[in-house]
């Protein structure tokens, strides 16, 4: 993790990683190596047959091993888990060879594409996998530009998913519009049991829309909305709707002008007693 490898100790370490038997788990996180280095890299995650977590975050990958990489992965039947944070994925034609493999692979259970700025078009390759994908349980989109337009493809997929069960969509730059369409989704979602929306402003209307699915919804355990903008009014909405649902046990509300009178009503108006409220 966060070191200069050189192609050539790149090579060293994929011929260990080839020949291994027992390593589950590779953090490569934030490493610095040349185009050749990370090919010999992939070709030894090709041969491998027991890790199941790789965290490849930081390192910049060039467009040629990203489609080397998802051709790997749609072949590759022990990878559970994929860390791409921070990536540099910003074109459509990479973000749409990650898409191809997660419409294959039939392991893989999280897909971290943190800041990698997919914007629409790459969400949108991304949702389209989505449809045939039935084992990806968690997904981090989180700073990857989507807005409002991207949140409906993904809403859509929302509304029927049986196996998603953490959904990242925080810093995003979705508004009420984003927000009422998760929450028609989540209104008939009966899997996903925890949602991120930090740092998007959706404002005491997109609270509104949340409040009103949190009292249909009975599966969401755990909800972020810190810095959301929804103020007191936002505030409201949601103390109304926590009179009546009982699954939800973390709530994250801090950094939205609350202030404590409201804060103690949230507090007294909760059914469950169970939940943490967060200001």
Known sequence: MYNTITDEAAKHLAD???????????????????????????????NNTTLATFDFSGNEIDAENVQYLADILQNNTTLSELDLWKNEIESEGRAQDLANALRNNTTLTNF???ANRIGVEGAQHVVDALRNNKTLTQLDL?????GDKAVQGLADILRNSKTLTTLDLSYNSIVATGAQQLADALKHNTALIDLNLYGNEIESEGAQYLADALRENTTLSKLYLYGSKIGNEGAQYLADAL?????????SLSNNGIDEATQHMMETAKKNTKLVIDF
């Open 142 to 146: 989180s700073y990857d530009l989507l």
């Open 16 to 46: 260990a990683l080839g020949n291994s038997t027992t390593l589950t788990a590779l953090d490569l996180s934030g490493n610095t190596m040349g185009d050749a280095g990370m090919k010999h890299l992939l070709d030894a995650l090709r």
């Open 112 to 114: 971290h594409l943190r």
């Open 243 to 251: 009179k009546y649902n009982t699954t939800l046990t973390e709530l």
